[in-house]
């Protein structure tokens, strides 16, 4: 179960222009959260997520697994450590979220 913070964090992740084929390292994913909640605010992001739910849902539930999987290991490890360094434990993230 996702704690409050990172959910607010994986919310920032999903609605931000970062895509998981990018494979983001970290700094870009930290700069991405902070940017969309400095654009949108806790509510707005929120509010963004239930949008694509209710437009997409066929997408969202994988992007936002995405999300909370990649804020997870980000948030977890140094901040020089790239998420693509870290595929093992992203695909059980990916996995348990799914």
Do not use: K, N
Not at 26 to 55: H, I, K, P, W
């Amino acid at each position: 179960m996702a704690t409050t913070l990172e959910a607010v964090r994986a919310e920032a992740l999903f609605v931000s222009c970062l895509q998981s084929s990018q494979r983001p390292d970290a700094d870009e994913v930290r700069d991405a959260v902070s940017g969309a909640l400095r654009e949108f605010g806790t509510r707005g992001c929120a509010t963004l997520v239930a949008g694509e739910y209710g437009e997409h849902p066929d997408t969202a539930a994988s992007r936002m697994s995405w999300a909370l999987a990649t804020v997870r290991a980000v948030y977890t490890t140094p901040p020089d450590t790239p998420v693509a360094a870290l595929p093992g434990r992203l695909i059980q993230r990916l996995a348990y979220c799914a």
